[in-house]
């Protein structure tokens, strides 16, 4: 293994999100809702939304440039793209698009897909990357742009969600290894309690040849089973993920879970011991932005100086597939 490639250190952070804002006002003229109980279910208050005009990877592109200054880089020091994505530009994937946006002619990109779970997955999964010494300096971007994919008429889900982009930079170092501490789970068996599912139809080609043709279906949640999976399983990852950094929950200095609901937020720091002052949270003015929200949220407390160089962030995504993962690291050094 490549010495240099041993340890991680996570330098810079960027997000995008669309200027059109949504409130809670608004949608109670689409749908029968209120914003009082959007406020008291969620703690919701708006969300941004991406225009007709612009694309997926448009906004990972901006996030990824912030991120990539931040660190003091430039597009062609990059080695690895990966884009945690539910909702590519295309099917077939977005980052190799993104690449191309950035002029990050010397990396190699791809898109993985794990729903919320997504950046926390994709964080990951650039650490083992870097750690076998493959690869030295990583962006890992979260985005989504769920609005394409809302029934706009149901109440259940078109509340909830948001878009946006955000971004990290991931490099070997040889200072301190700043990625303590990591865990990850999926569980098909519930899979169905959060869908964007494909729907086709069956087309005969020739006697005894049929396919499917058709197209992904909007949004469906069982909003109670999903809320009842995260309250107990994020306490637990995070738990695990404390027990391989070697910490406790009071050496935490930031609590940033996926941004799905404030009451979840409340409960899991409730559970972990994490007094409200650690824990920052950004629903009331983006919504739950998939992929995108764990890092949109830490480039706001980055930015406003919340988080310093040296603070210990303990983080969980968690959603469809059902997925759901931790990871505990140092901010910046
Ligand atoms: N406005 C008014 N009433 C509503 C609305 C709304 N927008 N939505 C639902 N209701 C109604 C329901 O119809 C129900 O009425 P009923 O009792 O007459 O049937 C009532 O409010 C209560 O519904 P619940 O679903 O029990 O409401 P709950 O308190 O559970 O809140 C919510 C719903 C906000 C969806 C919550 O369950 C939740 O946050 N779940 C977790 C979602 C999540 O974490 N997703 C993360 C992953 S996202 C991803 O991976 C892409």
Aim: hydrophobic share 45%; net charge negative; proline share 3%.
């Amino acid at each position: 293994m490549n010495a240099l490639g041993a340890k991680i250190a996570i330098t810079g952070c960027g997000s995008s999100i669309p200027p059109q804002v949504i409130t809670n006002d608004d949608l109670s003229r689409l749908v029968d809702t209120s914003d009082e109980w959007i406020q008291t279910r969620t703690g919701i208050g708006r969300r941004h939304l991406a225009s007709p005009d612009t694309s997926l990877s448009d906004i990972s592109a901006q996030a990824a440039q912030e991120a990539i200054t931040m660190a003091g880089l430039t597009p062609r020091d990059i080695d690895l793209i990966i884009l945690a994505t539910s909702t590519p530009d295309d099917l077939f994937g977005s980052a190799a698009k993104v690449q191309h946006l950035l002029g990050a002619s010397n990396a190699v990109a791809f898109d993985l897909t794990a729903a919320c779970s997504g950046f926390v997955f994709a964080l990951i999964t650039a650490a083992q990357f870097i750690r076998t010494g493959v690869y030295q300096r990583v962006v890992v971007i979260g985005a989504d742009i769920l609005s394409r994919w809302m029934d706009w008429s149901d109440r259940n889900t078109c509340v909830l969600f948001g878009d946006g982009a955000g971004a990290v930079v991931c490099q070997a170092t040889l200072r301190e290894d700043c990625l303590l501490g990591f865990d990850m789970y999926s569980d098909g068996k519930q899979h169905h309690s959060l869908n964007l599912s494909y729907k086709g139809q069956q087309k005969t080609l020739k006697e005894k040849v049929n396919i499917s043709q058709g197209s992904y279906h909007p949004i469906t949640m069982n909003g109670r089973e999903v809320y009842r999976f995260a309250v107990v399983k994020v306490p637990e990852v995070i738990e695990r993920a404390l027990v391989r950094a070697g910490i406790s929950s009071e050496e935490i200095d930031w609590l940033i879970l996926h941004q799905a609901n404030q009451r979840i937020i409340h409960a899991v720091a409730q559970r972990l011991d994490i007094p409200s002052e650690k824990v920052i949270a950004n629903l009331e003015e983006c919504g739950n932005t998939s992929a995108a929200s764990i890092p949109i949220a830490l480039d706001e407390a980055v930015r406003d100086g919340r988080i310093k160089m040296g603070d210990i962030i303990a983080s969980s995504g968690f959603g469809a597939g059902l997925t759901w993962g931790a990871v505990i690291f140092r901010w910046g050094i």
